[in-house]
């Protein structure tokens, strides 16, 4: 689903990468969380599978294309199959719920019809099906997030890429966010979630991968926010591991 | 759908945008006048010289009794010099080039010369005989009179001969300055139009930035995101261009038309309405092609993925 082979991003002007040959495979329908610290290079590793920017070295391949050789007028098309939350929600002011979903799909070309019906069905999904016409100022943090969540999976995305989706909100509503995208998850979608909530990783036991300034350390299945077991040195023999 | 999309987009820029719109259909419209006034003028340059070139006749000034100039000694012209540059006229080095050729008498001069000047002071002072005898040489190319000029000019009893086209050639080098300076002009306003429009289409694209990122985000084509902009900068520079169309034809109809042709009387001909209906779509597409061309480019940095 997602494969990276030794990818290094180094951007102009900074003598350190800000990810260092990083080796991974995430594979259809896991639940991926990504932590680290701020600059660790988890956003970068999120923009790289976006195709955002070119790695600087190595090859990255999702949903089967490799992304290094992917044409510019190619990428819109890639992007349709995934779907992206933020930490800021990333909502139109202007529009209401219901038009800040549909947007995505009318962008995209989709006919009248299919907005009419899959619109409301991801705002029912999400929990919003009575609050289609009110604007996002209107709403809590959490539903704004929840909109967000529904604008991203409205068009089936194979992939939700979820950076910091708890970031800005209360333990009890990033609770409700995550049964959500546990239940997105279910149905088949593949979730990279990038996230400093230590609660949430450790409730959830699942796969963590865990960066510390570009380079993976840590690549458990059903691991924690920390581990005990990873010493201060010698991070770069955990590196092998992790390739396939 | 999409096409509505689309134009519901451009619409809200527009909307958003009301004078930067506005100074943009300003500009366009003046600098389009002026690049249309230059073509005018072109046309006029070329009607004139068609028209004039075949009426330009090689004239062959005969001595008077007052002139000391050429081969002239202050005596009129004898008639066996007229007959013998008359004879040189129609001599088989001369005839090829020669259309036909007519003599003036001093009182066909004097007659020509106050119906020229009637409403001038001068044509009180002048009697028959300060007029010289000339012939009027028309030639089948206008562009052999150095030969006339050559031969003839040497023949006693002759004044000058004068290749009329160079009177002509004097007018047409104002005609042509002035049009220079139309299209300088009208060079000068495109490029302000071009940054105008530019810089339009970025101040669009900057307020419409979260539905931009979003855009981008989701996939939306290249295409979808870039034409509601470029709709926008082609919509205010076409409605530009049609008041500089509107403005060129009012020129022809009032000025031309109106004023000029009065004043001309039927001295020369001058460019018409339907030289004018020639220039408007010349001034729409040149319009549309710059805001076309300049709004893409602005919204190019809005889209690198």
């Given at each position: 689903?997602i494969?990276?082979?030794?990818?290094?991003k180094a951007?102009?002007?900074?003598?350190?990468?800000?990810?260092?040959?990083v080796?991974l495979?995430i594979l259809?329908?896991?639940?991926v969380?990504?932590v680290?610290?701020?600059g660790?290079g988890?956003?970068?590793?999120?923009?790289l599978i976006l195709?955002?920017?070119?790695?600087?070295?190595g090859?990255?391949?999702?949903?089967g294309?490799?992304?290094?050789?992917l044409p510019?007028?190619?990428?819109?098309?890639f992007r349709?199959?995934?779907?992206?939350v933020?930490q800021d929600?990333?909502?139109?002011?202007?529009?209401?719920v219901?038009?800040?979903v549909?947007?995505?799909?009318?962008?995209?070309g989709k006919?009248r019809?299919f907005i009419?019906?899959?619109v409301p069905?991801a705002l029912?999904m999400v929990?919003?099906?009575?609050?289609?016409?009110?604007?996002?100022h209107?709403l809590?943090?959490?539903?704004?997030?929840?909109?967000?969540?529904?604008?991203?999976?409205?068009?089936k995305?194979?992939?939700?890429?979820?950076?910091?989706?708890?970031?800005?909100?209360?333990?009890a509503?990033?609770?409700?966010?995550?049964t959500?995208?546990?239940r997105?998850?279910?149905s088949g979608t593949?979730v990279?979630m990038?996230?400093?909530d230590?609660?949430?990783?450790?409730?959830m036991?699942?796969?963590?991968i865990?960066?510390?300034?570009?380079?993976i350390?840590?690549d458990?299945?059903q691991?924690?926010y920390?581990?005990q077991?990873?010493?201060t040195?010698g991070?770069?023999?955990?590196?092998?591991?992790?390739?396939? | 759908?999409?096409?509505g999309l689309i134009?519901?987009?451009?619409?809200?820029?527009l909307?958003r945008?009301?004078?930067?719109v506005i100074s943009?259909?300003?500009?366009?419209?003046?600098?389009?006048?002026?690049v249309?006034a230059?073509i005018?003028?072109?046309?006029?340059?070329?009607?004139?010289k068609?028209y004039w070139y075949?009426?330009?006749?090689?004239a062959i000034?005969?001595c008077t009794d007052f002139?000391?100039?050429?081969?002239?000694?202050?005596?009129e012209?004898?008639p066996?010099?007229i007959?013998?540059?008359?004879?040189?006229?129609e001599?088989?080095?001369?005839?090829?080039?020669?259309?036909?050729f007519e003599?003036e008498?001093?009182?066909?001069a004097?007659k020509n010369f106050?119906t020229q000047?009637s409403?001038?002071?001068?044509?009180a002072f002048?009697t028959p005989?300060?007029?010289?005898?000339s012939?009027?040489?028309n030639?089948f190319?206008?562009?052999d009179?150095?030969?006339l000029?050559?031969s003839?000019s040497?023949?006693a009893?002759?004044?000058e001969?004068?290749?009329?086209?160079a009177?002509?050639?004097?007018?047409?080098?104002?005609?042509n300055?002035?049009s220079?300076?139309a299209?300088?002009i009208?060079?000068?306003?495109?490029i302000a139009a071009?940054?105008?429009i530019a810089?339009?289409?970025?101040?669009?694209?900057?307020?419409?930035?979260?539905?931009?990122?979003?855009?981008?985000?989701?996939?939306?084509?290249n295409?979808?995101i870039q034409?509601?902009?470029?709709l926008?900068g082609?919509?205010a520079s076409?409605?530009?261009?049609?008041l500089?169309g509107g403005?060129?034809?009012?020129?022809?109809q009032?000025?031309?038309?109106?004023?000029?042709?009065?004043?001309l009387?039927?001295?020369?001909?001058?460019v018409g309405l339907?030289?004018?209906l020639?220039?408007?779509?010349?001034?729409i597409?040149?319009?549309?092609?710059?805001?076309?061309?300049?709004?893409?480019?602005a919204i190019?940095?809005?889209l690198k993925?």
């Open positions: 689903m494969r990276f082979d030794a990818v290094s951007y102009p002007g900074t003598t350190r990468p800000a990810l260092n040959s080796s495979e259809k329908g896991e639940f969380f990504l680290g610290a701020s660790s988890k956003s970068s590793f999120l923009r195709r955002e920017e070119n790695p600087t070295k090859a990255i391949h999702v949903l294309q490799h992304l290094n050789s510019n007028r190619k990428i819109p098309y349709r199959n995934l779907g992206v933020f929600f990333r909502l139109l002011p202007n529009k209401t219901f038009d800040n549909a947007f995505t799909l009318q962008v995209i006919s019809g009419q019906e899959a069905d029912k929990g919003l099906a009575g609050k289609s016409n009110r604007y996002p209107e809590s943090g959490g539903e704004q997030q929840r909109v967000a969540i529904a604008r991203a999976v409205v068009n995305p194979a992939i939700l890429l979820a950076d910091e989706p708890t970031g800005n909100l209360d333990p509503t990033s609770a409700g966010i995550m959500l995208l546990e997105i998850n279910l593949t990279l990038a996230t400093h230590a609660g949430i990783v450790d409730q036991k699942r796969r963590v865990e960066l510390i300034t570009g380079q350390v840590r458990e299945r691991g924690g920390q581990t077991a990873v010493p040195q991070f770069g023999s955990f590196e092998r591991e992790t390739a396939p | 759908m999409r096409l134009l519901g987009e451009a619409g809200n820029g909307r945008n009301v004078s930067m943009v259909i300003l500009v366009t419209f003046i600098s389009l006048t002026f249309g230059a005018l003028l072109q046309m006029q340059i070329g009607q004139m068609d075949d009426r330009a006749q090689v000034y005969m002139d000391t100039t050429g081969n002239c000694t202050q005596t012209a004898t066996a010099q007959e013998a540059v008359k004879a040189q006229l001599s088989a080095t001369l005839a090829p080039y020669v259309e036909k003599f008498t001093h009182e066909q004097f106050q000047f409403d001038q002071p001068i044509a002048v005989d300060t007029l010289p005898q012939f009027r040489v030639l190319n206008p562009n009179a150095d030969v000029i050559e003839l040497g023949s009893g002759v004044q001969v004068a290749d009329q086209r009177y002509l050639d004097q007018i047409f080098a104002v005609l300055a002035a220079a300076t299209i300088g009208a060079v000068l306003m495109l071009v940054l105008l810089t339009t289409i970025r101040l669009s694209a900057f307020s419409r930035r979260r539905e931009l990122g979003i855009m981008r985000l989701v996939g939306a084509s295409r979808f034409t509601p902009f470029i926008e082609v919509f076409f409605i530009g261009s049609i500089a403005a060129i034809v009012a020129i022809v009032f000025f031309v038309k109106g004023v000029l042709a009065q004043t009387q039927t001295t020369t001909t001058l339907s030289d004018a020639i220039v408007v779509p010349i001034l597409v040149v319009g549309a092609l710059l805001a076309a061309a300049s709004a893409s480019v190019s940095r809005y993925v």
